[in-house]
């Protein structure tokens, strides 16, 4: 069922595939905000739908037959871009750009528009628990290797506003291979809206991939 | 911030509306389909991309200034076509289709493709929680009086494939208007994946929304 995809591909033309599919992958998030928000008439409505019908089969002709999964490079390296909270082709994703800061800290930087909506104005209680599962998770993987949410606690504390948003993140103990994470949602002000805890464990299919992949073990991209 | 715009649509508009509406967002769930999923050449991409932008600026001519919020029809009918989980115009939605049943559980079977991927060929742990933190929040507005989640607590307890999946979840206890909610994500075979408990409050402005609406109080549609 876990699909690890060696798809002989060198870095450079990983980073050709990379430099066609942002924009495109960009060009939908638009047109999702644009879906949701637009009073165009009847007749543009039944155009946008044609047009879209058919650049979707011709995106369709030919595809990979499940999801996108792991995929390696020639050079070892794995990208998870049909990911729905980080992937380069996913126009789902917002997408979080994270950073892991010498201490160990996981951060991001990211807005959250229209399509994120759950009560009137504001982000859905679940969306800022995908984000903090995955910025959670992130932390959790400090050495490299991803770790899998076991349990994951959301305390809501006041209203997300939809717009700029900033999270953060970081390993409070290590019981064994299992990390002990705390994060939390703040607007730009800093004002803290959403906490979480968590802890998160190195799965099965990790260790699968890390012998996949030879001694010097993947690297996740 | 709140957003109630009363657009003064009858009943019958609001069809209309949806009919338009739904094939539209259907076929952009599509396209995020076919973005991830696609091989084709670097010319058909590039071309994709221009038609796409070309659809998002006809849709952009006239828009809503900020996101769907909560629409009230001239019978007092709310819609929130814009959210996450649910929107009737909103492409991220899977969407989940709810029922209520007599004994007051929230039940609702979807399917989650490539879109909502996390490890390679699964669910990402975030989507499980977006999923249910909606579908508790559901059960637990029992009164046709939507609640907004205080705290929430996942248990992952296996793999959730991507595919055919059905949640459920239903009140354990009220505490004075604050309800205590329980559920979880299953396999088409019933085999439980994630189960979630949490607590959700009236917020003001569901309040403030009643009484806006005058003496029959909104209906959330």
Redesign the interface.
């Known amino acids: ?4 995809v060696h798809d002989q591909l060198s870095d450079d033309e990983v980073a050709a595939q990379a430099e ?2 942002t ?3 960009q ?2 998030r ?3 905000d ?7 008439d ?1 007749a ?6 044609a ?6 089969a ?7 037959p ?5 995929r390696v490079s020639t050079s070892g390296t794995a990208r ?6 980080m ?1 380069l ?4 994703a917002p997408p979080l750009d994270i950073h892991r800061d010498a201490d160990g800290v996981s951060t991001a930087s990211f807005h959250l ?10 982000v ?4 800022a ?6 910025l959670l ?1 992130h932390a959790a993987g400090f050495d490299r290797r ?1 770790r ?9 504390r006041r209203k997300t ?2 717009g700029p948003l900033q999270a953060r993140a970081h390993i409070e103990r290590m019981d064994g291979t299992t990390a002990h994470v705390v994060g939390h949602i703040a607007e730009p002000d800093g004002r803290v809206t959403v906490e979480a805890e968590g802890t998160f464990v190195l ?1 099965r ?1 990790v260790r699968e991939l890390e012998e996949l992949s030879g001694d010097d073990g993947p690297r996740f991209a």
Not at 44 to 49: D, G, K, N, V
Not at 51 to 56: F, G, H, L, M, S
Not at 124 to 127: E, I, K
């Open positions: 069922m876990l699909q690890f066609q599919f924009p495109l992958t060009s939908v638009e047109l999702i644009a879906v949701i928000r637009t009073e165009a009847d543009t409505i039944a155009a946008a739908r047009d879209i019908e058919r650049v979707v011709s995106l369709s002709e030919r595809q990979m499940g999801s996108y999964g792991m998870a871009w049909g990911n729905v909270v992937g082709r996913n126009p789902m528009g229209a399509a994120f909506e759950g009560p009137p104005g504001l859905h209680g679940g969306v628990s995908l984000v903090l599962d995955h998770g991803p899998m949410t076991t349990t994951l606690t959301m305390h809501y506003p939809l799965p299919w």
